[in-house]
């Protein structure tokens, strides 16, 4: 069985940083291509950036320069690098993988609120 | 504003059937499957439509996907309490960087 658990999240003053982590378990992570989508409270979803599995890294154009996708192969575990932060990153984040052929979020884990706000 | 277009809401009797929309471009759903996401209150996205029109395994029946040009559809049969949710539409798009995902605003389904 898939699990994807994210942690990290919190309340983090505008300009700060916050790293979120990914935890996964059923899957290999170097192996699949694994994103972070975000939604703002009340809002709709928001893809924010993705990892490969040759470890190639894409970003939205929000938050390119401002975030950084990574992952650690031993602890299997995908990370987001939040600097930088506005109000307007405030969301909870999930964690996704990201199939593919054809192309969809067939896993999602439960989210980690991140609350950006002096 | 999300590049996908989708109603805010839509909503049926029980035992009805709902259609959702999801309006975009040649960059994103014209040239790129769709797929869709159940969202219930308080809980994360789940997969519930890929390839346009497939269901994962444990997606019953009721739920179907189709896709014409650039729009593409949900459908719900036989319309059930729990139902109620808000239904996303999510594609790729070429003409953001590349990678990039985008997602319908999202559909509030109310069962009446």
């Known amino acids: 069985e898939v699990q994807l658990v994210e942690s990290g999240g919190g309340l983090i003053q505008p300009g700060g940083s916050l790293r979120l982590s990914c935890a996964a378990s059923?899957?290999?992570?170097?192996?699949?291509?694994m994103s972070w989508v975000r939604q703002a409270p009340g809002k709709g979803l928001e893809w924010v950036s993705a990892?490969?599995?040759?470890?190639?890294?894409y970003y939205a154009d929000s938050v390119r320069g401002r975030f950084t996708i990574s992952r650690d192969n031993s602890k299997n575990t995908v990370y987001l690098q939040m600097n930088s932060p506005r109000a307007e990153d405030t969301a909870v984040y999930y964690c996704?993988?990201?199939?593919?052929?054809?192309?969809?979020?067939?896993?999602w884990g439960q989210g980690t609120l991140v609350t950006v706000s002096s | 504003q999300s590049v996908l277009t989708q109603p805010p809401s839509v909503s049926a009797a029980p035992g009805q059937k709902v259609t959702i929309s999801c309006s975009g471009s040649?960059?994103?759903?014209?040239?790129?499957?769709v797929s869709w996401y159940q969202q219930l209150p308080g809980t994360a996205p789940k997969l519930l439509i890929y390839?346009?029109?497939k269901r994962p395994s444990g997606i019953p029946d009721r739920f179907s996907g189709s896709k014409s040009g650039t729009s593409a559809t949900l459908g719900i049969t036989g319309l059930q309490t729990g139902d109620e949710a808000n239904y996303y539409c999510?594609?790729?798009?070429?003409?953001?960087?590349?990678?990039?995902?985008?997602f319908g605003g999202g559909t509030k389904v109310t069962v009446l």
């Open positions: 996704a993988r990201t199939y593919q052929v054809p192309p969809r979020f067939d896993y």
């Open positions: 059923g899957l290999i992570v170097r192996g699949n291509y």
């Open positions: 990892i490969n599995s040759a470890g190639g890294t």
């Open positions: 040649s960059s994103n759903i014209g040239n790129n499957y």
């Open positions: 390839d346009n029109n």
């Open positions: 999510g594609t790729g798009d070429s003409s953001l960087s590349d990678g990039s995902w985008v």
